[in-house]
């Protein structure tokens, strides 16, 4: 008998997954710990924690994601590392556009947007100019990376 359960990803596959799910859960814990002073940077680029509501699930998730400043908002990049589907996080936010954000100690609600046309390629080439690895995670998928727009909301 086949040992791999069918439907099931493979045991190394799964493996992995708990790795990266238990890696963001420390990261998760220590950022909010330290106010963003440990965890506010990676690879040299700002990081913040993004929450969202899960559009299938109604869980609140948080990832931690680059980001860019424009104006008074927030730009965050769909980039999965140039993988072929776009992060949980923008499919969640198309579903449910009011998340919470944590950029070092100070946390806020916002209500996101993605862009397109004209908006979109000028907020992608702000994103490449200021990280580079981003424009290689465009060669690495057929998809258009999605660019969300992070405004933050009055306080309720």
């Known amino acids: 008998m086949n040992s791999k359960a069918i439907g099931r990803?493979?045991?190394?596959?799964?493996?992995?997954?708990?790795?990266?799910?238990?890696?963001l859960g420390v990261y998760r814990t220590v950022f909010q710990l330290t106010g963003g002073k440990v965890g506010g940077s990676m690879m040299g680029m700002p990081v913040l924690l993004l929450t969202t509501t899960?559009?299938?699930?109604g869980k609140v998730r948080?990832?931690?994601?680059?980001?860019?400043?424009?104006?008074?908002?927030f730009v965050v990049a769909g980039s999965n590392n140039g993988a072929p589907r776009d992060p949980?996080?923008?499919?969640?936010?198309r579903s449910n556009p009011i998340a919470?954000?944590?950029?070092?100690?100070?946390e806020m609600t916002v209500r996101a947007e993605?862009?397109?046309?004209?908006?979109?390629r000028r907020l992608w080439n702000m994103v490449v100019a200021q990280a580079p690895r981003f424009g290689g995670y465009e060669q690495k998928t057929t998809r258009e990376i999605p660019i969300m727009v992070l405004r933050p909301t009055a306080s309720a």
């Open 9 to 23: 990803p493979a045991l190394g596959a799964r493996i992995g997954k708990a790795l990266a799910r238990g890696f």
């Open 54 to 57: 899960g559009r299938k699930t």
């Open 62 to 73: 948080t990832w931690p994601v680059a980001y860019f400043r424009d104006a008074g908002n």
């Open 88 to 93: 949980a996080w923008c499919f969640n936010l």
């Open 100 to 106: 919470k954000v944590q950029v070092g100690a100070e």
């Open 114 to 120: 993605q862009v397109s046309g004209e908006e979109r």
